[in-house]
């Protein structure tokens, strides 16, 4: 009884699929006073969002046992608990992304087919975008997205071969010399910790969290120019220079009511607040303008929710509501949806203000605090105060759907964080080498197609601009063009921890490079190749290091991920 109230404490019974296999495993493995658990697997994942529900995947894929970990209640990080629809380069629907991701997409396209009242249009398309949103080709709920991922993790938890922990978060590892040998977890509502042992940790947290416990080395914000040679990069290194985070939220309109919150405890300040960046932000950040990324000249925007009207109505920029819109009440059944529904994960709410990595618990908290009432400001002024085309203020109907994200605050469960720690890594991509104008230089304007710079040790490919929002240390956008790109397997290796590998964000990129590295399928690539990596390494008796060091390896190594349908080169674009 006692595992069992252990499992629930974990959020593991009453979650279906995840329940019978995990105690399973409990049961096969001793149980200590001190520690109300200790588990053991070959690759123990902290971190359960896309590149960590991506290496999972991999690893059992080619045979290892895994354990993965989610600080959340939710498995999926950027689509689910951080709510933001998949940002994703032109040629995602027929290559540049792996096999499993495309079978991630088709999953949740098929997830409406099956389930939603969709008419008869929406089902007789093929790349259904449930939500029309502009930003992606396939916005959507944050729940389907996890549905797609449970379906794909259920057969692997299922048989035994891979143990899920929600709410369960890492607070210390225990190193000897450059092995990590465990880590040990907070579970939510547990009376003690969790400790996971494992052949190979992969860290696929939204901040790096493993970095510090195990003593990896790293970096954190902007390098200086004379270190990494960058166009971009500023003359003195700044550790605290990080790139804004998001707290997203979902609303829909229901015209002639009122859903107006009570007034934020920091409206005034937000309502007030011109960021203090350099060049100069447009002016007040609760406002329909803002500094245009590639300009940073001051640029108008939109904000008409749809009414009645189908299709939706013209606006002279860029309509706020249609971005991330995940829902298209259009592609429904009529009377399916009173409305649309819509993400705001806008230029408006990037918190600006101070870090939340690598500072005091205090802190961290005061500035969480303050992104979430931005955001809540935001919502507030919608409602009240921002100007409509018919000449009136605010727009009542706005209605925050606590629902959608399942927060009693009807923000999402995790800040959208887009700047981790990064590890000192083998190999570190810098921005001349992904720049299309670093690039263009290198390559020669004839040269067709233009193409980052190559890497032999390559383990996937990804593409998109170098989209870096305004930074806590006072930079406004650095956005600039980019070409497609391969994942360096050299960026992947910490210089000095052997078994630790990243598995998102926390490759060995910049602080201006990551600004490429960071999204939803690029950060799935990195996931699937560190969870395959671990699985051949402990398979072939070699390393991490050992197996980019030794042609041969890496070869095979190589192409084993190509086997399973991971692209490495863009031929497709020859």
């Known amino acids: ?42 690759v123990v994942i902290i971190g359960g969002g896309l590149g960590g529900c991506a290496a999972a995947l991999a690893a059992c894929r080619n045979g290892a046992r895994v354990i993965l970990t989610e600080p959340t209640d939710w498995i999926g990080g950027q689509i689910s608990q951080q709510a933001v629809p998949p940002d994703e380069h032109r ?60 379906s794909m993790l259920a057969p692997d938890i299922s048989r035994g071969q891979l143990t899920l922990l929600l709410n369960t978060q890492p607070f210390r590892a225990s190193v000897t010399g450059d092995q990590v040998e465990t880590v040990t977890c907070h579970t939510k509502g547990a009376d003690k910790p969790v400790t996971l042992h494992g052949t190979y940790f992969i860290d696929a947290s939204e901040e790096g969290d493993l970095l510090p416990l195990s003593g990896t080395e790293y970096f954190l914000g902007a390098e ?29 309109h229901l015209e002639g009511e009122d859903h107006t919150i009570e007034r934020p405890a920091m409206y005034d300040f937000w309502k007030n607040h011109v960021p203090a960046l350099t060049p100069a932000w447009s002016g007040k950040i609760l406002s329909l303008y803002y500094s245009y990324p590639r300009t940073l000249k001051p640029k108008q925007l939109s904000f008409v929710p749809c009414g009645k009207e189908t299709p939706p109505p013209k606006t002279k920029s860029l309509n706020l509501w249609l971005y991330r819109r995940m829902i298209d009440r259009n592609n429904f059944v009529p009377g399916t949806y009173a409305s649309d529904i819509t993400v705001i994960n806008w230029p408006q709410n990037d918190y600006m203000l101070g870090n939340i990595t690598d500072v005091a618990p205090e802190e961290r908290k005061r500035h969480l605090n303050a992104a979430k009432q931005l955001s809540l400001s935001l919502l507030y002024w919608l409602q009240t105060e921002v100007p409509r085309p018919d000449g009136k203020q605010g727009w009542q109907g706005l209605r925050l759907r606590k629902d959608i994200v399942d927060t009693e605050d009807g923000l999402a469960k995790y800040p959208y964080i887009r700047e981790s720690r990064r590890i000192k890594a083998e190999l570190t991509i810098k921005e001349q080498d992904i720049s ?21 040790d390559s383990v996937g490919i990804g593409y998109y601009h170098l989209d870096l929002h305004p930074s806590s240390g006072g930079d406004n956008y650095i956005d600039t063009g980019s070409v497609p790109f391969q994942i360096p397997l050299g960026a992947m290796l910490p210089q000095r921890i052997k078994n630790l590998i990243p598995g998102c964000k926390n490759i060995g990129t910049t602080h201006l490079s990551n600004g490429c590295y960071r999204l939803h399928p690029v950060e799935w690539s990195i996931g ?9 390494a402990i398979s072939h008796a070699s390393t991490p290091h050992g197996i980019r060091n030794n042609k041969r390896q890496l070869e095979e190594f190589q192409s084993t991920l190509t086997k399973q349908g991971i692209e490495l080169e863009w031929s497709k674009l020859s």
């Open 528 to 536: 699937e190749a560190a969870g395959a990596l671990c699985a051949y």
């Open 224 to 252: 200086s120019r004379t270190v990494t040679n960058e166009p971009h990069a500023p003359e003195q290194a700044n550790p605290a220079n990080i790139q804004s985070f998001t707290h997203c939220f979902a609303i829909d």
């Open 1 to 42: 009884m006692k595992r069992r109230h252990f499992l629930e404490q974990c959020g593991i019974f009453g979650s279906g699929i995840f329940s019978p296999t995990f105690l399973q495993a409990l049961q096969s493995r001793k149980c200590y006073a001190s520690h109300p658990c200790e588990l053991k697997a070959d």
């Open 91 to 150: 040629w995602i629907e027929t290559f540049g992304r792996t096999e499993s991701y495309a079978q991630l997409r088709s999953l949740i396209r098929n997830y409406y087919k099956q389930h939603y009242p969709l008419n008869t249009k929406a089902q007789s398309i093929p790349n259904l975008n449930p939500g029309n949103g502009s930003v992606s080709r396939i916005c959507h709920e944050p729940k389907v997205g996890i549905a797609a991922l449970q």
């Open 436 to 456: 299309y104008s670093e690039r263009l230089k290198a390559m020669g304007k004839d040269h067709k197609p233009l193409l980052a710079k190559p890497f032999e």
